[in-house]
């Protein structure tokens, strides 16, 4: 394992998880005692943005571990996607690695939700564009990324803290672009913090997690390029 520390896991709890999250984290638990060191559990409803800046705070008043692995409690993964992103993730070359996750992008394929790769890359004009052809198994530097599946050490988080200034809340936020009129959500919002603090941000397209989207319903890279495969011709980035 090139991941030199402990790491703490975290997550926000909406009152309930998924059972896939569930079985998740109990194996991750028994198989990396090892390294898995610190526990965060922040019950959260809908102030997301709130319990985010909640868990990094606690991480750094109550904890000594030196990496903090957020997991949202709709998502699933193995043991060789948490090994493979820790694997990868050095405390300076590459202090945030994410798994490759999806979401929902507001397209359709008949009735079905066609999904997005968050893999998130600056455009010119201002937003992002996700990063529908990225290469197989491989680290892939991005500009943003979601924090269902993400490794981040210490040091990051220390940093921003010291440069944004806000005290409990200098991690998450929330603002309009006017420019292109969309939302910039708390997770974008912490990537860009993270690149202004001067760290570098990457996903590892091997580490395949899963969003689990009710029974038998899980947004994963075979249901992305089944998906993709139906909207072949009709979309722009297809």
Not at 14 to 34: C, H, Q
Request: glycine share 10%; aromatic share 10%; net charge negative.
């Amino acid at each position: 394992m090139a991941i030199k520390g402990t790491v703490c896991l975290a997550w926000l709890d909406p009152g309930e998880v998924a059972s896939d999250f569930a079985i998740s984290i109990s194996d991750l638990s028994r198989a990396r005692a090892d390294i898995l060191a610190g526990r965060i559990n922040v019950r959260c409803g809908g102030g997301i943005t709130r319990g985010r800046n909640r868990v990094v705070h606690q991480f750094l008043e109550g904890s000594t571990d030196d990496w903090l692995l957020f997991v949202d409690a709709d998502m699933s993964f193995t043991v060789d996607d948490f090994n493979l992103v820790a694997h990868h993730a050095h405390e300076r070359k590459a202090p945030i690695v994410g798994g490759l996750c999806f979401g929902q992008d507001g397209y359709f394929a008949g009735p079905f939700p066609t999904l997005v790769p968050t893999l998130l890359i600056s455009k010119p004009d201002g937003g992002y564009a996700a990063m529908h052809d990225y290469p197989e198994s491989a680290m892939v530097e991005v500009d943003a990324t979601g924090c269902a599946f993400l490794l981040i050490h210490r040091s990051v988080l220390e940093k921003i803290r010291k440069d944004v200034g806000l005290g409990k809340w200098s991690w998450f936020g929330e603002y309009p672009q006017m420019a292109i009129d969309a939302w910039v959500s708390e997770d974008v919002v912490f990537c860009e913090l993270a690149k202004a603090s001067g760290f570098p941000i990457f996903v590892h397209t091997g580490a395949k997690i899963g969003h689990v989207k009710g029974n038998n319903y899980t947004l994963d890279e075979s249901m992305y390029q089944m998906l993709r495969t139906a909207t072949a011709g009709t979309r722009v980035d297809s």
